[in-house]
């Protein structure tokens, strides 16, 4: 083999399982992971995202420019309509859930995070992921899910099909989010909860 005994083999794809991966990220085995061992383990990094979901550690690399944008542009309106609120809103700060670790795009919490290397789920008052072509399933179905269970009172989703933003804010009723505002680009979408906040959502992608 070229490179020795240590050089890396090419994986088997129909080894890896159908099971939801909260993204299309790689997932490596590696006994049982845990967010405690991997912010131990692992090296801080501005590379792909390091997440962990069921025991499995999940790399995904960053998304297209258009979802970059976005999330910049929206970080920066929310911020401080959140702040006048007393909230605090980051983005893509480490979030551990119980032994899970997940990385939303943007992370409303009731507290400031400063300082921390990572938060507790249960201090996220909204999170908020964008949506793309290759996350469509985590972003849709499978983070939903998780943020409800561990009873996150409010989460939003923001598409841009054919380039077109859309911001959709959901609340925690009866243990599953329920959609309650929907504004398309050229409308204003404008929530009341968890804290006022307008914007057009065509403010939020580059022409």
Known sequence: MKGGENAMVA???????????????????????TAELAMKLLPETNGPKVEVFRGSVILSAHAGVDHQIIAAQLLLALRPAARQAGFRAYPEINVVDGEDLYIPDVTVLRKSGAGQLSVDIGDAVMLVEIVSDGNR????????????????????????RRRVPTIVLHELIDGEYEPVLACAAGTTFAMSEPFPFSIDPGELLDD
């Open 11 to 33: 994986p088997d794809l129909d080894d890896f399982s159908e099971a939801p991966t909260l993204g299309e990220g790689l997932l490596t085995e590696v006994d049982r992971w």
């Open 137 to 160: 399933r985590k972003d849709v179905i499978d983070r939903p899910r998780v943020y409800a269970a561990a009873k996150v009172p409010w989460f939003m989703r923001i598409e841009f």
